[in-house]
């Protein structure tokens, strides 16, 4: 008799898996990837829809290219048709870049981008022409690269109202204090900053940093001194405009 009862509950439970594994969807679910990158001539998006029915996974990219507005009525209209059907997830990669120009008599030249991700901003600099050595770079308030010190870009892009240091110290930062990166004896620097604390065009006006400048400095940032690490001419300048 205990052995029958056994029985039966090993029967239930391989009946109970069987039908599970049975419950295969016809549906499949799909996932669209909104990618927009943009500099100050073009706009490219890159639309990858994901398929996935049971496991069976097929995709399928379209890219748009030319002026901003048209690519993005095209994103749109792809996404609209794909919406109601089933469609579990929604990325989109937000990517700006710009030339950095030389100021103060300096040589220093160089590319930056910002790209938001899944609420996190990555900025990434690449810069030719600098003196070996130690330079800071920073967020000014204004995207105004046009005085020939960079001072037109005003003092350091502080939404938050605290004392310039080192990003995240507890005696206070400013949210446009990046630090400090390294030139080698041939010129050339880079530096990649990631945070959560900006965002790429949002309401959020301590976030955004749409409409401030991106400064290379010749010294470096003591990251104490007030207001801004006494950190020496601008030597490289590049707005932040979309
Ligand atoms: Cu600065
Ligand atoms: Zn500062």
């Not at 030719?128 to 000014?140: K, M, R, Y």
């Not at 310039?164 to 990649?192: E, L, R, S, V």
Request: charged share 25%.
């Amino acid at each position: 008799m205990k052995k029958n009862i056994i029985l039966l509950f090993c029967l239930s439970i391989g009946v109970m898996i069987s039908c599970q594994n049975q419950k295969k969807s016809t549906n499949p679910q799909k996932t669209v990837e909104v990618k927009v990158e943009r500099n100050d001539t073009i706009s490219k998006a890159t639309v990858t829809i994901s398929s996935d029915l049971n496991g069976k996974v097929s995709k399928e990219v379209q890219v748009f290219e030319g002026a901003h507005e048209e690519v993005m009525s095209k994103v749109d209209l792809i996404t609209e048709e794909s919406e109601g059907n089933e469609i579990i997830e929604r990325k989109s990669v937000k990517k700006l870049q710009f030339l950095l120009n030389p100021k103060s008599g300096s040589e220093t030249s160089g590319k930056v981008a910002f790209t938001e991700e899944n609420g996190q901003v990555l900025f990434e600099a690449a810069l030719f022409g600098l003196s070996e050595g130690t330079h800071a770079i920073h967020i000014h308030e204004k995207a105004d690269c046009s005085s020939d010190d960079g001072k037109s870009t005003g003092g350091h892009w502080n939404p938050t109202f605290e004392n310039h240091g080192a990003w995240g110290a507890k005696t206070g930062y400013h949210k446009g204090d990046i630090g400090n990166f390294q030139a080698t004896a041939d010129g050339n620097g880079a530096i990649t900053f990631s945070t959560d604390q900006w965002c790429l065009g949002c309401d959020d006006a301590t976030k955004n940093v749409i409409g401030k400048a991106i400064i290379v400095h010749q010294g470096e940032d003591d990251l104490a001194s007030q207001p801004s690490g006494a950190a020496g001419a601008r030597i490289s300048c590049a707005g932040i405009i979309e």
